[in-house]
């Protein structure tokens, strides 16, 4: 497969790269790891093979072999020889032929899965581009004009997904504007006025919205929080803590909020108050640059079921697919 | 003041929070200390070697640790039960673990960090003076000669590697009335050289790469804690220099060997100055004067 364009940013990403964060390794890998995972299963992969991850103006893409690939996530319109193609669903492509993308209509990321995955050496167990120490995915960095990525041997099945799509029921809902949070961590920092209205206010997705983070914009923070003498060795500012470890999908109180996401630093010294639940992160990923999004907090038990559904709901799919070349 | 010992800090209960569906945060303690590590290193030595399923990430950091597991396999609750009940196994003065010594070259005041800091002083508390001076006035001494000497004077322990990989959150090996303590930058700044050292709260940290970064800035080391491509054979076993538990030793330098060593690194041929002890927190409560020493002793 040739780049012929890399678009805006266009990584290799996968499950990701566990196990390493007390080295300060953040997971990387997919952003929407429902979209990765439906893109994969449609061409007949495991869900643990690469994909290409799209951020709103995708990458043009030369097939120099015959192959079936699936586009799922963000709507970029794609087209194969200037022909529209259905998303969510796989489709075939003969070699020479050109997969070409346009600024994504509705949500922020697209994946991209070719029959066989996108076969580059894993690094520390993973395929997932993980760009600030340049490791991962091709070269670790995000794809230009002129590079060629190897695809693997596709499964035996992969002919027999043609053709096969996602209901549109199945398809998320990239136009939610509400996020669901199990609030916690260092919250007791917060006045309990603070809590309410942090809970309250309507953030708008700031400019500063990425693999890292997604940094927002609303009311002030720092009257948020409750006035102390600051604990031995934690800073003096009033957000500071003694520097601990940050969840991914927690939210950082630095000056704003940050969401913390899959490329994200493990650890620093500002409060964190809540943590983003694990299927809306995948959500919350694809709300563009200037949306608004509220958090909702909920208990745990309500996020597990919340998980245990998007885990049902993806298992359901793949088992459905599965039918198609059993 | 100091009768030369290191009091020990009572704990107070454990905080478990839930990070989400996935994570589980431990605080030990608001406040940093060496008990409030040794027990996060210990707990989470003792999780890992547990055959509890579900474990996928387990981090100590420095007063507190994390741990990520798969929900579908293990009920966080379940999760936080095991984990105090081998809080309650854990006697920080028996625990015991083999460190590296390791010899850091520093040339403190250096120009490409003094270059970064004048660059961003509209986000410093003091705009006025550079990082070393102020640093050195808040914490009351003379001058920033007597700064570095006493930043240099003693090592450091590494008590959590994060932020980005490799970076390791260093704490000096003194009694509490000894330590530094600095505040981070008003406001982060984008850039920071790498291997620059900064100070922020009651830590050191060496910057592995280029980036943002809210810690002082006091100097820069010719040597790397990262090494992507693994070519120095001090990183045969990982990209990643120093682990939780190491000590490093931050030794002035000057200009003329910053760039000699420099060079050696660039070739890939340095070999760093480091040596494994046992380290014993006990003996080193009792006497880190004594214990420090013995350790310079081993090291040069």
Known sequence: MRVLDGGLVTTVQDTGRHGHYHIGMPPSGAMDQFAH?????????????????????????????????????????????D???????????????????????????????????????????????????????????????????????????????????????????????EIDVVMGLCDYRLTDDGRERFLDADWKVSDEADRVGYRFEGPDITDMFEAREQPFGAGSDVTNVVDLGYPVGSIQMAGQ??????????????????TVVSPDRGALS????????????????????????????????????????? | MTDGT??????????????????????????????????AQAITQQIRRTDLEGLVEVAPSNASYLIQFDPGVLHPDELIEELRSLEDEIDVSEYQWEARVFDIPVLYDDPWTRETLMEFRERH????????????????????????DHHAGAPHLVTMIGFVPGLPFCFQMVPREEQIEVPKYEQPRTATPSRAIGFGGAFTAIYPVPGAGGYQLYGRTP???????????AFEESMVLPNPGDILNFRRIDREEYDAIREEVEAGTYQYTLERVDFEPQQFFEDPRGYNERLMEVLY
């Open chain 1, 37 to 81: 995972r439906v893109a994969n299963w449609l061409v007949g992969n495991d869900e643990t093979d690469a994909t290409l991850e799209m951020t709103y103006m995708g990458a043009d893409i030369e097939f120099q072999a015959d192959a079936v690939f699936a586009v799922t996530g963000a709507d970029m319109q794609p087209a194969l020889e």
């Open chain 1, 83 to 177: 022909e529209p193609v259905p998303t969510w669903t796989a489709v075939r492509a003969e070699a020479g032929d050109t997969l070409s993308f346009e600024f994504a209509t509705e949500g922020a990321r697209t994946y991209l899965a070719v029959g066989g995955g996108i076969d580059i050496e894993p690094v520390m167990g993973s395929r997932s581009t993980y760009t600030l120490i340049g490791i991962g995915g091709h070269e670790g960095r995000s794809l230009e004009a002129g590079d060629e990525l190897p695809i693997g041997e596709p499964s035996t099945h992969a002919e027999a997904m043609v053709g096969a799509t996602i209901e549109e029921a199945d398809r998320p809902d990239y136009a939610r504007a």
């Open chain 1, 257 to 274: 909020p940050i969401v913390l996401m899959r490329d994200a630093v493990t650890g620093g010294g500002y409060t964190t108050v809540g």
């Open chain 1, 286 to 326: 694809q709300c563009r640059t200037h949306s608004t999004v509220t958090f909702n907090a909920v208990p745990v038990e309500d996020a597990l079921d919340s998980r245990h559904e998007r885990d049902a709901t993806l298992e359901r799919i793949r088992d459905a697919l599965a039918e198609r070349h059993a």
């Open chain 2, 6 to 39: 290191i009091a020990r800090q009572e704990l107070p209960d454990p905080r478990y929070e839930y990070g989400g569906d996935d994570w589980v945060f431990v605080e030990l303690a608001e406040a940093m200390s060496f008990d409030a590590n040794f027990k």
């Open chain 2, 125 to 148: 508390q003091d705009p006025e003076s550079t990082d070393l001076e102020y640093s050195a006035r808040i914490n009351g001494f003379d001058s920033v000669e007597a700064f570095i």
């Open chain 2, 223 to 233: 040597v790397e804690v990262l090494d992507v491509d693994q070519e120095l054979s």
